[in-house]
């Protein structure tokens, strides 16, 4: 299982749905990843050039929303 894997994994575990693709990016050319994750109404979207690239930068935004927001019990 790769990186990218086990964050996607950690984000589920965490109520997490997700989404991913391999696109082309029609103005260089060079190949991206899309990768989206949602929870209720809240949506998170990135394009970056690898896909442990985008994973990790949504894990980092998860992260930091959860510290300026923490879950009341």
Not at 36 to 48: A, D, F, H, K, W
Not at 53 to 63: N, R
């Amino acid at each position: 299982m790769g990186n990218w894997e086990e964050v996607l994994e950690s984000l589920r575990r965490q109520g997490w749905g997700y989404g991913y693709a391999r696109c082309l990016d029609a103005e260089s050319g060079d190949q991206v990843y899309l990768v989206n994750i949602s929870r209720g109404r809240e949506r998170l979207t990135t394009v970056r050039s690898t896909l442990d690239e985008a994973v990790e930068t949504l894990s980092h935004l998860v992260a930091a929303k959860a510290q300026q927001s923490p879950e009341v019990p």
